[in-house]
């Protein structure tokens, strides 16, 4: 029946020739008016745990609305030789997303305004995002402005159709060149980073070109990226797992945000590969909880990185990953993901990530009610 349920849903996603493509769903990144919804009608009523994951965004220096603007600037750098005004776009674009969340979530309008302040500076200044690692520069702050853009451009009619417009260059002109190659020689959390940023501004930009580029390297991308290239194999083994923990979780929940982005679409892309990503979610955070795990040696797309041993390094501090991906499958799609939901519930309820690397406070905009899994 689930056999059958999968081809069904890939038979749905093909595009007939000649057929025109469906309009993208607004706001549809990683939340949508349905989600927003549910969230305030469970904050309203004092429920649990959106309450308590409320208050670790609502306490947040960067969710603050007399948070101070520290951009903007013409050029950014990324690079580990020295990078210039980086630190500056991370926390202003942490501020831009967070601000957002809350106009949306309390209808305080200071939100919004700061929101819409630090998205119209950047905009209206931001040139260049360049360096060595200009890919990691661009897209994990780049994925919280265009966050941050789309909930505003779509609920808050003070931010004008001029200033979203010009947010819209920015994203295409200054961050997109800077990703639009993704990063296929090196590890898999830059291509997974530059793949969900490139899937988020061609929602933004109702660029259908831009979010099938992305779509298409989830599938069948040449670099570490793509899902068969970062899940490695059907038992869940990452193509990060012999390096460190903290850059494997990195490099699954960017494909988890992409996949979310494309479930606001009406594309299932958390199905593919019989629920490919779900194993890597299980795996690491099954090694991340003590347990052992599976290990074949491996060597990525590129030849450079040769591991010998499930790493070590960084096991057992978990990210503020687990709970929109464990909600997805356990609660929207009935399949149990029990390791996964451990992890959510040891560091429930979430905060904010490190640095821009994760959205973020997946407890209060994720959680989803026990009776949402679909037969």
């Known amino acids: ?102 106009w949306c979530l309390t209808g305080n309008e200071p939100h919004a305004r700061k929101a819409a302040e630090i998205l119209n500076v950047w905009s209206g200044t931001l040139r260049e995002i360049t360096g060595k690692d200009k890919e990691l520069g661009a897209s994990l702050c780049g994925f919280k402005l265009v966050n941050a853009a789309e909930l505003l451009r779509h609920t808050y009619p003070g931010w004008s159709q001029t200033q979203s417009e010009r947010c819209g260059r920015m994203l295409r002109e200054a961050v997109y060149p800077a990703i639009r190659n993704f990063a296929t020689f090196a590890n898999g959390n830059w291509d997974t ?44 083994q990452c193509q990060e797992s012999g390096r460190d923990q903290q850059h494997t979780q990195l490099g699954l929940a960017h494909l988890a945000e992409a996949c979310e982005i494309a479930w606001h679409q009406g594309l299932d892309i958390y199905g593919e590969q019989d629920n490919r990503l779900r194993h890597g979610f299980e795996y690491t955070a099954r090694y991340n909880l003590g347990q052992e795990v599976p290990f074949q040696k491996h060597t990525d797309t590129t030849g450079k990185y040769r591991h010998q041993a499930v790493a070590q390094a960084g096991r057992g501090n ?58």
């Open 1 to 102: 029946m689930k056999c059958l349920l999968a081809v069904c849903l890939c038979l749905l996603t093909l595009t007939v020739p000649g057929a025109a493509e469906p309009a993208f769903s607004h706001p549809g990144l990683l939340h949508g008016k349905a989600d927003l919804d549910r969230i305030r009608e469970k904050l309203a009523r004092g429920g649990e745990p959106w309450k308590s994951g409320f208050e670790r965004l609502r306490t947040h220096r960067q969710s603050q609305a007399d948070y101070r603007v520290r951009g903007p600037f013409a050029q950014v750098i990324r690079d580990p030789k020295g990078s210039s005004q980086l630190d500056e776009l991370v926390s202003d674009g942490n501020a831009a997303y967070q601000n957002a969340l809350m």
């Open 193 to 236: 980073g530059c793949l969900k940023t490139i899937m988020a501004i061609g929602v933004y930009l109702d660029d259908r070109e831009l979010f099938n580029q992305a779509v298409n390297y989830y599938r069948q991308g040449a670099g570490n990226g793509s899902l068969a290239h970062y899940v490695i194999n059907p038992a869940g």
């Open 318 to 375: 978990l990210r503020p990953i687990f709970e929109m991906v464990w909600n997805h499958y356990e609660r929207r799609r009935g399949i149990p993901s029990p390791f996964t939901r451990q992890a959510a519930e040891k560091i429930r309820p979430e905060g904010a990530a490190f640095s821009a690397d994760h959205p973020g406070f997946g407890t209060l905009m994720f959680s989803l009610p026990e009776q949402t899994a679909q037969p």
